[in-house]
């Protein structure tokens, strides 16, 4: 099967520069490898969906001649594949419910939750997934490999919250697994993440995509851009600036001539230039985007 990339946006905000340098890498993997590349709209968490955010992401795409094919996923309308997902899991006898709150583990970081060995009584519980006492090694095309030890490093992680929302990291190999997802490029905010992503793909009997992390971008204090700390929404009327601007974050500089052409163009010249090798690879050192 042909490579398959996706861009996974959440509708909780406009697009700023970090997503469009997120959004460019991924689209460029998939082009020069003669891949798709699908769109996701992460909404997972109805009230945290801005209201025109999703009109507004897939404006900027079109702007920026980033075409996604076939049809959109939403988070959103897949309760069902998440539910069966965690029957699945449920049945492997490794979930169970948890009603400790987030403030007693926020007072204490060595806090163990007591639920996996005494169950609630009470229904309004969490559910957690119990995590092996082993080690687990993912390769990364940009950054290169690492290795977590789930149990000691992450913890037991919450897969349905208390207030039945699906956790992100049930949802997203769901849904990679559902649009056939084998290439995953994002932010390397996500890295630390991967290894509970691909241990939860090996019980749920998916396949593992190949991951790839690019840089954090930060701004001039030091901070991610994220729509947390008001990252500028992306000024489309800088369209050509802001492309090459992108892609000289990730290591594929355009020549001066090319600086102010028209995105298309861009583009174009990039596609034929893609080289993953090139893209920044420490994510300690986070590139600085005033
Ligand atoms: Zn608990």
Known sequence: MGYVGRFAPSPSGALHFGSLVAAVASYLDARANKGLWLLRIE???PPRTVPG??????SCLDTFGLLWDGTLMFQSQRQTAYQAALEQLQQQGIIYPCSCSRS??????????PCLNQPPSTNNAALRIAL????????????????????????DFVVQR?????????????DDAEQKINHVIRGSDLYQQTPRQTWLQSCLGYKQP???????????????????????PLDMSHAPALLSEALERLGQTTPCTL????????????????????????????IAFI
């Open 53 to 58: 955010s999703v009109d507004n992401i897939l």
């Open 259 to 286: 600086r102010q052409a028209p995105v298309a163009e861009q583009l174009a010249w990039a596609l034929t230039q893609w080289d993953i090798t090139k893209v920044p690879k420490r994510m300690q050192d986070p």
């Open 162 to 174: 208390k207030d039945k929302i699906f956790a992100y990291q049930l949802a997203v190999v769901v």
């Open 132 to 155: 092996p006492h082993s080690k687990v090694f993912v390769d990364d095309v940009i950054i290169g490999p690492q290795t977590q030890h789930l149990a000691d490093q992450v913890g």
């Open 104 to 113: 007693q583990f926020q007072a204490d970081p060595l806090y163990t939750c």
């Open 43 to 45: 909404d997972l968490d």
């Open 210 to 232: 190949t991951y790839g992390h690019i840089p954090i971008i930060i701004n001039g204090q030091g901070q991610k851009l994220s729509k947390q700390n008001l990252a500028a």
